[in-house]
């Protein structure tokens, strides 16, 4: 199977959980709490995370994004994967998998704010990208 269609299954399969907002708070849940009462964007894209890791995906190849939409007043998370085939994009808000440029001509309100990966994370402001310090391990 070419990787892409796996990824777009695995990215309608995730994103048929129910979406919840959190009304208080935020936590941040497993994938089986995600299917079993439903959560919200973040959880969304842990979810796909962590099933991306397990099918062997190297985590390297990913990004958590914290997203500014804006105008609306509204953060969003969503998962970012590095492919020998361009950036996808898995965002809950849309069926199926998205490139780069797809994402950005559907949701020309969105904004990078912070991306996260197994060994960092880093500020984005308009183009410019900053590497934020980590805890020591």
């Not at 208080?24 to 959880?43: A, N, P, Q």
């Not at 880093?122 to 410019?128: I, N, Q």
Request: charged fraction near 25%.
């Amino acid at each position: 199977r070419d990787a892409i269609e796996w990824v777009n299954k695995l990215q309608q399969g995730v994103s048929a959980a129910k979406y919840v907002d959190e009304i208080t708070g935020d936590s941040w849940l497993t994938s089986l709490e995600l299917f079993k009462r439903g959560g919200d964007c973040e959880d969304f894209a842990l979810a796909k995370w962590m099933f991306l890791v397990a099918l062997g995906v190297d985590p390297n190849t990913m990004r958590v994004v914290i997203i500014d939409m804006e105008g609306y007043g509204i953060y969003h998370a969503i998962l970012v994967l590095y492919t020998s085939k361009g950036v996808l994009v898995l965002d809950n808000r849309a069926l199926g998998v998205m490139t780069l440029e797809e994402a950005e001509r559907k949701f020309p309100y969105y904004r990078i704010m912070y991306s996260l990966g197994p060994n960092g994370w880093w500020k984005h402001k308009r183009g410019e990208v900053e590497e934020l310090p980590t805890a020591s391990r």
